[in-house]
């Protein structure tokens, strides 16, 4: 069985969780920089787990 097609409320919850990884990126980075370290992924996890908490506080999502 296909699934469906996505949502435009999908595809923007998805567009601001991309957004927000972008600019938490260089924030995490000029917090790291002063001990020697790097980001690496921790924006993109940090943002991923924050917005599949959020889901379901977004009534239009939908959940397959």
Do not use: Q
Request: proline share 14%; with cysteine; aromatic share 10%.
């Amino acid at each position: 069985m296909p699934s469906p097609p996505p949502s435009r409320t999908g595809g923007a919850y998805a567009l601001v969780g991309a957004a927000g990884a972008t600019v938490l990126t260089p924030a995490l980075d000029a917090v790291c920089a002063p001990f020697g370290g790097h980001a690496f992924t921790w924006p993109f996890v940090l943002t991923t787990m924050l917005f599949l908490a959020a889901a379901p506080a977004v009534p239009r999502l939908r959940r397959i």
